[in-house]
T-cell receptor, first 113, second 112 residues
Framework: GQQLNQSPQSMFIQEGEDVSMNCTSSSIFNTWLWYKQDPGEGPVLLIALYKAGELTSNGRLTAQFGITRKDSFLNISASIPSDVGIYFCAGHPNAGNNRKLIWGLGTSLAVNP | EAGVTQSPTHLIKTRGQQATLRCSPISGHTSVYWYQQALGLGLQFLLWYDEGEERNRGNFPPRFSGRQFPNYSSELNVNALELEDSALYLC???????????FGEGSWLTVV
């Protein structure tokens, strides 16, 4: 099935560093969602984006809905050890059954204290 | 307000048996989604129920089925279990008119 291109696949950073990850699609999306999943738990919604160009922050997290509607990025500033986990992007395509989310394969983040 | 709740947390079955997983959505949410996540892999869409009807299903064999009850809770049934069905099964819910979904903690199914 269709999947989003999420990158990087994994990151290993030092505590305090900023992190950036992104997702791209070949088609237009009308919603972008970012989730974080801790090991053995369900994904938790971090940020939801509904309009092209929208820039939304949630604490140290900032995400943007790309102007082309084909991409989105998530930034984490001043990373801390509890940021460790897998970050997933997801979105609803503009066409077709817009209730079926398309998912990226995740970005695994490791933070060295 | 309670989030999405799933039961059981862990389930161990043998090959060929049937497994039933349960999900209660967030109060007021009418849509329920089921995902399979094998160890270390991404989320694979299984089923979507809305207002008691199956609205969409992913690329899974018919032995994966489910239903949604009048109170919007849902069951996922997996028949004739195979070893590769071992995974974390995640349930999520959403309001009828919003696209944002919220996940439960998941049910771990181990097939031996």
């Amino acid at each position: 099935g269709q999947q989003l291109n999420q990158s990087p696949q994994s990151m290993f950073i030092q505590e305090g560093e900023d992190v950036s990850m992104n997702c791209t699609s070949s088609s237009i999306f009308n919603t972008w969602l970012w989730y974080k999943q801790d090991p053995g738990e369900g994904p938790v919604l971090l940020i939801a984006l509904y309009k092209a160009g929208e820039l939304t922050s949630n604490g140290r997290l900032t995400a943007q809905f790309g102007i082309t509607r084909k991409d989105s990025f998530l930034n984490i500033s001043a990373s801390i050890p509890s940021d460790v986990g897998i970050y997933f992007c997801a979105g609803h395509p503009n066409a077709g059954n817009n209730r079926k989310l398309i998912w990226g394969l995740g970005t695994s983040l490791a933070v060295n204290p | 307000e309670a989030g999405v709740t799933q039961s059981p947390t862990h389930l161990i079955k043998t090959r060929g048996q049937q497994a039933t997983l349960r999900c209660s959505p967030i109060s007021g949410h009418t849509s329920v989604y089921w995902y399979q996540q094998a160890l270390g892999l991404g989320l694979q869409f299984l089923l979507w129920y809305d207002e008691g009807e199956e609205r969409n299903r992913g690329n899974f064999p018919p032995r994966f089925s489910g239903r949604q009850f009048p109170n919007y809770s849902s069951e996922l049934n997996v028949n004739a279990l195979e070893l590769e069905d071992s995974a974390l099964y995640l349930c999520a819910s959403s309001l009828a008119v919003r696209n944002t979904i919220y996940f439960g903690e998941g049910s771990w199914l181990t097939v031996v």
